[in-house]
């Protein structure tokens, strides 16, 4: 006889515009600018403009950058894996699930994906090095910096992506992520 479980879906909520804007300070004008410029991604499918968690993530990380001198034109491929970081940092907290069932859920998960070998682990900080050094994630930004030399540190540009996470995640003002359930047979 085989036993019935329950299996969980993650879903992460979708965001329109004037959402966004709330989320981001981004004008939804200056967003379909840099879209028709290639800066960013463009929409899957036709019909009213939604956004992704992790778009919105990306839109966070580029104004963020932009407030410290580095347009979206000078972003490279980097910018989904950074979001992702930003998106499980907003995940990471009761709040920003519809349910304490999903989150718990989520953290079970989370923690058997831990286990695995090549296993994704969030970073509090991303750190963006001039050419040719490249984007880093670190958790701890004085060790990182004591392998590199002191004088990278005054030429790198730090981003918090934990802080980043809370900002989404408070800005937000509706639940971001949920979960649904499935029965399934254990094999």
Not at 9 to 22: G, I, K, Q, T
Not at 74 to 89: E, F, I, K, N
Not at 158 to 182: C, F, M, N, Q, Y
Request: glycine letters at 8%; one cysteine or more; a negative charge.
């Amino acid at each position: 006889m085989t036993d019935t479980i329950r299996i969980p879906e993650f879903r992460h909520a979708s965001f329109l515009p004037m959402e966004v804007e709330a989320i981001t300070n981004i004008k939804p004008a200056t967003i379909r600018d840099w879209r028709r410029r290639g800066l960013i991604r463009r929409p899957d499918g036709d019909g009213w403009q939604r956004f992704h968690l992790g778009e919105v993530a990306e839109l966070l990380i580029l104004r963020t950058l932009s407030e410290q001198g580095i347009g979206p034109q000078r972003v490279g491929a980097w910018l989904p894996a950074m979001a992702s970081h930003v998106t499980h940092h907003a995940m990471a907290s009761e709040d920003a699930w519809e349910t304490a069932e999903g989150y718990q859920a989520w953290c079970n998960d989370d923690a058997d994906r831990q286990k695995l070998p090549l296993a994704f682990s969030a970073k509090r900080f991303g750190v963006i090095l001039p050419a040719p050094g490249g984007i880093h994630t670190v958790d701890e930004l004085d060790s990182f910096y004591r392998q590199l030399g002191a004088e990278v540190s005054t030429i790198s540009i730090v981003l918090d992506l934990a802080a980043l996470g809370l900002h989404l995640r408070s800005r937000a003002r509706k639940p971001i992520a949920t979960v649904e359930w499935w029965e399934g047979q254990e094999i």
